[in-house]
């Protein structure tokens, strides 16, 4: 059992449009690395090697809160010294806190000899994200921890996430320097859906899922529309409607909003076009005068996991 | 190019709980039969071989609706004379219309060389699914012309269907012998939906398709709840939760109301498990002095189709 371990926290896209609060899936990059060292004095100490100002005192850190819930569950005294690098941007749509409370928990399970399961080791970090957000919700943590592409099927009574293979497709992410507060964009939403809508989002969610399953991405591209939500939210990201109808002109499959914004995400059958749509969506926002970042990488197989001891 | 057809057409299990006017499957049994004769003499006939007291003219019979609609569509002067055998008791919620719809055209596309495809012949179809109940809807027309597992993905701007190989399972389906309008089934339907709620059939209709995708039926059980639908619709079938206890007591995976009612649908493993639960769903109307039939078989990967010229 080593005492010190490297761990590797992926960004996720949580949503994949129609799939709300369920659907999700882990990116190659960017990702946050944390070192995470045991001790024998029980307690938590975190340092932050990076210049978000993010709170380091535990019980309101996402990496802190989360190996609380851990700890919670361990008898013996133990506690853990964490350093955390954020390669993920605070509130930019792409599970920044998701990925720093899959990784602490999945470092310390390395060092208590990973007595634990991921569906344990998620809920323990879905105590990082309701620190984060107020909310206990899954859709971010069930990707950085599991990889590949997530269903969160249920919360209640039992946390039931379904990890599915990842589809071989790319996907360009751009992040508009723009500031969407998770819980306002949770104010925009509707308290209720008209039937008929809700019908027509859970046959595209069908669709979604069928078409990874099936390799048939023409129809995760029909499948990318979000009936729901996208139309609440848009108004809090300026240029969406664009972005996506360059990103389409480049050869997207489609995309949304990732996760409550303000990032963007497009799935694309290979790395080439996956280029092209950042470039499109970063044409966008360089128009607007928003300053922006572009991430393009492949589904990620892996989760959060560790990389060196 | 025959001049005459028989054709099979089968029952079919709409909404599958969480799927509500989205998913569907094709059961082996029952079915309807179909004699179709090409007439040089434009114009239909049909003539039903049954005790049902169906309509006859073709305006309001729904294979005579399905077949105008592709009449419409077919240039050279032809008509059919058409004599329906109902296998499928009509308002037993297992497809009886879309049988006779589906079974209706792909008879005479045998007889007119096969010239359209089965996405057409759905459309077709639907024609006869508004003059049974009002609305053009394609939830058992799509597993009545495609066979196996179907997504009704959308209806507008253009009907796209999503034909999945059907699952291995069993499949047990009670008919209690009570009167269920579709037309009534479908008022006492919420008007909106809370969008925690619709969050939660989405992620059952995700886990749904993911499940018979993945052949992981242990998902397909958790996933046959519905939140939204059957809390609505329970109040018109007595029996229903007791009928649900005992055949998940006997075994089944899930499962719930078939299309509108009045038939309850459960899924199985195997054979041996299906007729279990089908004695046990029996048990519940024989106690309630309902008369009832019983259905069992596996999942058809065929739809409509021509057995003999």
């Known amino acids: 059992m080593p005492d010190s371990v ?59 809160a989360a190996l609380r819930a851990l700890l919670a569950r361990v008898p013996e005294p133990v506690g853990f010294a964490v350093e955390i690098r954020k390669g993920i941007r605070p509130g930019s749509g792409v599970g920044s806190s998701a990925a720093s409370a899959a990784g602490a928990v999945v470092g310390a399970n390395a060092l208590l000899g990973n007595r634990f399961s991921r569906l344990e080791l998620a809920d323990f970090a879905m105590a990082g994200e309701a620190v984060a957000s107020g909310a206990r919700h899954a859709d971010n943590i069930a990707p950085a921890i599991f990889g590949g592409l997530t269903l969160v099927r249920a919360l209640e009574p039992a946390l039931d996430i379904v990890a599915l293979p990842a589809p071989p497709l790319w996907v360009a992410v751009v992040h508009p320097q723009i500031e969407i507060n998770t819980r306002d964009a949770r104010q925009v939403l509707p308290a209720a859906v008209p039937l008929g809508l809700a019908v027509r989002q859970w046959a595209n969610v069908a669709g979604l899922v069928a078409g990874f399953l099936t390799a048939d991405f023409a129809l995760v591209g029909r499948a990318l529309e979000d009936h729901v939500v996208e139309p609440a939210r848009a108004p809090l990201i300026p240029g969406l409607a664009e972005a996506r109808r360059r990103a389409l002109a480049a050869g997207a499959l489609g995309g949304g909003i990732s996760g409550s914004g303000p990032s963007i995400f497009m799935l694309n059958r290979d790395g080439e076009t996956a280029h092209a749509v950042a470039a499109a969506l970063g044409s966008v926002f360089a128009e607007l005068g928003i300053a922006y970042q572009l991430h393009v990488g492949r589904i990620a197989g892996e989760g959060a996991r560790v990389v060196a001891e």
């Open 6 to 64: 490297l761990v590797h926290a992926p960004a996720t896209v949580a949503n994949l449009g129609c799939g709300f609060d369920v659907l999700g899936l882990a990116l190659a990059a960017p990702y946050d690395t944390l070192r995470l060292r045991r001790t024998d004095a029980p307690g938590l100490t975190i340092a932050h090697l990076d210049d978000y100002g993010l709170p380091t005192d535990p019980a309101h850190n996402v990496a802190g």
